[in-house]
T-cell receptor, first 113, second 112 residues
Framework: DAGVTQSPTHLIKTRGQQVTLRCSPK?????VSWYQQALGQGPQFIFQ???????QRGNFPDRFSGHQFPNYSSELNVNALLLGDSALYLC????????????FGPGTRLLVL | GQSLEQPSEVTAVEGAIVQINCTYQ??????LSWYQQHDGGAPTFLSY????GLEETGRFSSFLSRSDSYGYLLLQELQMKDSASYFC?????????????FGKGTKLSVKP
């Protein structure tokens, strides 16, 4: 049973560039949430996708956008990258919304220079 | 707003017992979760308390007091592999979709 997978594992970009991160949820899960985790901090909620729509959004600017595909996989896009966007980006999946238990992927570590 | 407070670091020796506390302030409350994260790894779910009292899962136990807005994670018979960061988390009461609000994490170091 495959868990949550994310790609790429690491990424280096420069300021102003755009980036796309990918996530495949755990088998049987239909809801995907994205979190940003800065060094030494807890994960911060970016947004959640269910039935291919953004259902909930955290306190992140419109430069952060996403998409969910019919197979439940998801993408996170960040435009006009800033140095402060350097972080570990985590994808979490669950079966349905409102679930207390979320299954996290290993994350994509993004470095913006 | 919502906030969770937990100690930033805890150190203990192998075989000992350690307690990691978490106090929270939220406008609504469903329950308290605990996640473990090893360096470079993914957060993994440890436990969830919706009601007051102690929940035990092997060497790990979690406690909740809703009246005190307080919970803790208890780790017994510490092993070196327990060295990790531990996060308490609550469901965002303003969001109906289950997104989590995490504390800043407690880094546990287990010494031989």
């Amino acid at each position: 049973d495959a868990g949550v997978t994310q790609s790429p594992t690491h990424l280096i970009k420069t300021r102003g560039q755009q980036v796309t991160l990918r996530c495949s949820p755990k088998s049987g899960h239909d809801t995907v949430s994205w979190y940003q985790q800065a060094l030494g901090q807890g994960p911060q909620f970016i947004f959640q996708y269910y039935e291919e729509e953004e259902r909930q959004r955290g306190n992140f600017p419109d430069r952060f956008s996403g998409h969910q595909f019919p197979n439940y996989s998801s993408e996170l896009n960040v435009n006009a990258l800033l140095l402060g966007d350097s972080a570990l980006y985590l994808c979490a999946s669950s079966r349905g919304q409102g679930q207390e238990t979320q299954y996290f992927g290993p994350g994509t570590r993004l470095l913006v220079l | 707003g919502q906030s969770l407070e937990q100690p930033s670091e805890v150190t203990a020796v192998e075989g000992a017992i350690v307690q990691i506390n978490c106090t929270y302030q939220t406008s609504g409350f469903y329950g308290l979760s605990w996640y473990q994260q090893h360096d470079g790894g993914a957060p993994t779910f440890l436990s969830y308390n919706a009601l007051d009292g102690l929940e035990e899962t092997g060497r790990f136990s979690s406690f909740l007091s809703r009246s005190d807005s307080y919970g803790y994670l208890l780790l017994q018979e510490l092993q070196m592999k327990d060295s990790a960061s531990y996060f308490c988390a609550v469901r965002d009461p303003g969001g109906s979709q289950g997104n989590l609000i995490f504390g800043k994490g407690t880094k546990l170091s287990v010494k031989p």
